[in-house]
């Protein structure tokens, strides 16, 4: 998907400023840094409890923060009722006002806005052409189908221009195919007009097709924020690594650190042509290398910057579009080879000792607890 | 004393005293009551067992506790009869519905003259058979029926609170001038000694009221019905309402006041224009135990307690001139005076032909 | 069907039967034991009759309508508080049903009467002339309903306010809607079915009230159940009190029917 370019330097649309939010003695939000860029799609991703949901209310206002202040485009609203705050905001459960019609429910924000009942006629025609259910207007939110309803929902968080769209997993309640095809109708939304829209969502994979930037939280503290290559090629935790695509995780000892660094662990050595920064020689390291750069090796072939090691087969399976074969390595623990499906493909046997391999420019290396304090590199 | 209470009554068959039933509708009448009577509250068997109980009904309160203590418990010292006292329902409804019903709840009945009078012309009461009574002393020869026995009398008239009040209206037809005795006042829900009143206050000489001129009773209680603070249902609310001083005065009866008094509520009552009623017993139509019962009447005519329960009691007066005798004069100047020509003397007898109808009148009048 | 039977026993006896000998009395003659509509006739015709059921139906909707201005407030209230101190003030709410009837009479004769504490408060204010008559008439009788049916318009609306969708105020108030706009526009006409139901427990309860309107009301007070109470004990006329009670029981009915078609045109459906 190409991406604009969001590269922006004057003031952030959304800005919070050391903000923490306690509930009682929990802590939902731990000094949480955070610049929303101008007209950028953001996604905050992370689990269950991370507090990205949090983020949004403090955004919208339903919540004030227990220290730290917010700012939307360069005004500080953290004492502004959530009426003055002009945002819109998308919810999981459409939030349709069951008692009014369609056109009533795209209304009601008009409405407050006291505009004239022909202007709100016109906007309200415009906006359902928008999200392309142009007959609905005298329906009841009932009668519409869950895909439906969403678009409604959407349409009347657009149709009084709010410059920013909050959307807390607004696509979590349908099936597979539809919320797909959404994602794209988001996007395409997003594109077309001049919107910020910050987008909360546990699914990384939706985070990684619709995103400017994701920034991935971990039980409230932010744990990376980037562009999704950034997240998804240099990760810079294991939380990271994991969260965002499959992973294969080996555990080692540096053994060389320089250029290339060499890694020692159970099950042999491993080369990484990335330098190191954070780690010298003889610290304990994960290594991380995703699946789809893993590959059975041929007998035979033999390269110096193949990583190699042995592992025997266990368990194939298709899934579809992919291969995914599960290995045994010497020490035990698991390794996952992710290749496109092929006519005519021959996979070895269960049980058959083969070697894996990968490239040294895949490896990547964590830290074991923690993530890299680096600054990430401007994109 | 007459008194109503806020209890409905169990569901009963219409019962025809007036004309003759289709068979028909005599057993779906039988079944009907059979069943509903079969459910009081109050489970009761149907005839006393053995002869020596008595069930008699009286009202609860004041009046009717002394009434148990000194009245009812003495008798059955005395002849070793039970007695068992029923407090409830005891209006004219209920007595028909029992005697139709062959269902007594109770044996004896202690009410007011008009209601038993009532009740004797509409044949509900045994007849009292006078010659095993000892009725030589009677103070008031006039009040002679076969049913039913007056045994005292009560005086009805205007009650106040001295605190609110020191001037009371002496008259009623002062009663009925509003402007000059502003106070707020009170009236009866009932007929009954509410009339008498209306027609004095016109200007009825009190030996002249009966047969009363309903059309000019009702007028003139047109007249004062707009000035009317209170409609009282229960005789027990007029005292109520005057020691919270909701009312200044209101027609009650001087028994309740002098209770009030010894209780110590600052209430008081005009003397001048009293309405004097007899209270009666009497015995119902098919009662098993009639000797028992006709013991229980004669006691209470000329019974031991009559002195003690006249003066504790007082503004109750006997109906047996030896216990009046009997009296201290303190006790005897708080009852009416025969021969005062502003007191009345209501005439039960007339209130029993004409009961009925006048309450529906009353009823109809009070709702318009 | 077999368990159902000593049940349909007991209420042969104790519902069926009675009700059966209720209609029966009003519809057949005392006289001529034929089928007859004359006692029906009769209450039609007399101006006494219908004018205690104007005052019966006037009492209802009056008492109903100001039993839902005072309790709506206190429903909301009470949904907006954290569950512990709602169970607490619900306490309070039910307070009506632990007391009798009788010992509050009193007490409001404490509160309303002529010497009681408003009154007090209005003439030490306003001068000694400033009392007002607050019991033994229309007045007496509103406050005892309202007293006793605080409860039954409370819960059924607090019940509908505590299962609204709040995504649905928050959506409102992120639109940028006013808290009265969010109130009226928003929870009010979610409310509705609440208030129905609320409303038709009242209406039903009040139309057969008889001891409220005899211990508070005036002599104009009087409502049908105080009529058939007449008519049984006083006037020994059983005809028409059947002919009264059918027609309460009929007026209940016919009021639970139009509430509940009016309901049904309107489609409120649960909140998503």
Known sequence: MIRPNTADTTTPMVWLQGVTKHYGTVVALDEIDLEVRRSEFLTLLGPSGSGKTTILNLISGMVGPTAGRIWIDGKDITEMPPNKRGLGMVFQNYALMPHMTVFENIAFPLRVRKLKSGVIKTKVAEVLDLVRLPEVARRKPSELSGGQQQRIAIARCLVYNPSIILMDEPLGALDKKLREEMQLELKRLH????????????????????????????????????????????????????????????????????????????????????????????????????????????????????????????????????????????????????????????????????????????????????????????? | MIERKPRSSATRQKPSWRTTRRDFLGGATTLGVGIAAGLPVVFTPGKARASAVIRYADDGGRTGQGRDRLYIKPFMSATGIEVKTYIGQKNLAKMKAMVKANNLEFDMVNDGGSNLVSASKAGLLEKLDKSRLDLTHKLFPEWDWEDTLAWEYFSGGLGYNEEAIDDPPRTWADFWDVDKYPGRRGMRTRPQYTLEEALMADGVAPKDVYPMDLERAFKSMDRIKPHIKIWIEQTAKTIEHLQTQELDYTSTFSGRIFIARSEGLPLNFVFDMPNSSPQNVGIMKGAQNYDSCLKLVQWFFNGEPGVEWFTAFIGYGPTDSETMAQLSDEVKAKLPDPANPKANWVDVGWWGDNLEDVVKQYKTWLLT | MFFVTPFLIYMGIVFFIPVGLILFTGFVSEETGQFTFEYFQAFFTQGLYLRVLWTTIEVSFMGALIVLLCGYPIAYYLAKQPPKRRMYLSLFVLLPFYTSILVKSFAFVVILGHSGAVNWLLRFFLGEDFGVQLLYNRIGVMFGIVHDMLPFIVFPILVNLLAQNPALHRAAEIMGASRTRIFWQVTFPLSLPGIFAGILLVVVRVMGQFVTPSLLGGRTDIMMANLVDFHVNDVLDWNMAAVISILLAVMAGVFLVALARLRGAQIFGAET
């Not at chain 1, 546990?202 to 994701?214: K, P």
Request: hydrophobic share 40%; with cysteine.
């Open chain 1, 191 to 379: 594109a077309s007009l001049d919107i910020t829209a910050i987008y909360v969502t546990h699914d990384q994979e939706e985070a990684l097709t619709m995103s400017d930037r994701i920034v991935l939280l971990n039980d409230g503290q932010i744990e990376q924020m980037g562009t999704p290559d950034d997240l998804y090629f240099h990760p810079r935790s294991l939380f990271s690594a994991e969260f965002l695509g499959d992973s294969n995780i080996l555990s080692g000892n540096i053994e060389e650190a320089g250029p290339t660094v060499t890694i020692s662990t159970a099950v042999g050595q491993c080369r990484c042509s990335r330098a190191c920064g954070f780690a010298e020689s003889g610290t304990p390291v994960k290594i991380m290398v995703r699946p789809e750069n893993v590959f059975i090796l041929p007998p035979g072939t033999s390269d110096e910057h193949l990583n190699k090691v042995p592992a025997r087969m266990v368990d194939t399976i298709t899934f579809g579009g992919v291969i995914k074969s599960y290995l045994q390595l010497a020490d035990g623990s698991s390794m996952v080879v992710q290749e496109l499906t092929r006519a005519g493909q021959s996979v070895p046997e269960a049980g058959s000792e083969v070697y894996v391999a990968w490239s040294s420019e895949d490896t990547i290396i964590l830290p074991v607890e923690g993530r890299i304090e680096i600054p990430a590199p401007p994109s």
